[in-house]
């Protein structure tokens, strides 16, 4: 399956639930929900509070990325507050296997991520652990960034080696950008500044 997956980092957050309803009113099936730190990306962004709030008003799929060091610290918390999937990064987690291990006790999906910089190969021994894998093609923290085109033959050899997990691909993705990572395998697409800045 193929979907949209709009990032809330780009949207009005002074308007937030009228950005959320015109996310639901869309053909995008997933809501993308950035969540930062300030340690592991050099920003912040919401949290579970804002997620919780947005629960109450959307029936949407909760697509949950979590940019922030140790993750399994909260995965509980961010499942309680609505995500569907909680996606982690590679380079966060104390400890891979038992944060995925801990996104699916509590009944979710879970998705697994790197930077443009962290070595593809690095995913491989997870592949049949986990839902998704995130590739991200820009450095992770903010929005509005050029996207970074090796990413595209990280997800080819994701793709080459599994064919049937999901693969999302996020930052930088616009008409220009987006048919290269549909080509190259890439199922979900994430997107920011070309949503939200769009007439
Ligand atoms: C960056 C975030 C992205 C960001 C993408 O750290 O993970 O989801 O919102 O924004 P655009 O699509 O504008 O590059
Ligand atoms: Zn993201």
Do not use: W
Request: with cysteine; glycine share 8%.
């Amino acid at each position: 399956m193929r979907a949209i997956s709009p990032s809330l980092l780009a949207a009005d957050f002074g308007n937030l639930q009228r950005e959320c309803e015109m996310i639901n009113a869309s053909s995008a099936e997933y809501l993308h929900i950035d969540v930062m730190d300030g340690v592991f990306v050099p920003n912040s962004s919401f949290g579970l509070a804002v997620l919780e709030a947005l629960r109450k008003k959307s029936g949407m799929f909760f697509d949950v990325h979590l940019m922030i060091m140790e993750p399994e610290r909260y995965v509980e918390d961010f499942v309680k507050a609505g995500a569907d999937i909680i996606t982690v990064h590679i380079e966060a987690c104390k400890d891979i296997e038992a944060t995925i291990d801990k996104i699916h006790e509590m009944g979710v999906k879970a998705g697994l991520s790197i930077k443009p910089g962290t070595p593809v190969e690095s995913l491989i021994t997870y592949l049949d652990k986990v839902e998704m894998i995130l590739m991200m093609s820009v450095e992770p923290g903010f929005g509005g960034q050029q996207f970074i085109p090796t990413t595209i033959n990280k997800a080819i050899e994701i793709r080459n080696i599994n064919q049937n997990i999901t693969i999302e691909i996020d930052g930088g993705i616009n008409a220009e950008t987006a048919p290269l990572a549909v080509e190259a395998g890439v199922t979900v697409l994430v997107a920011g500044n070309y949503i939200f800045s769009a007439e």
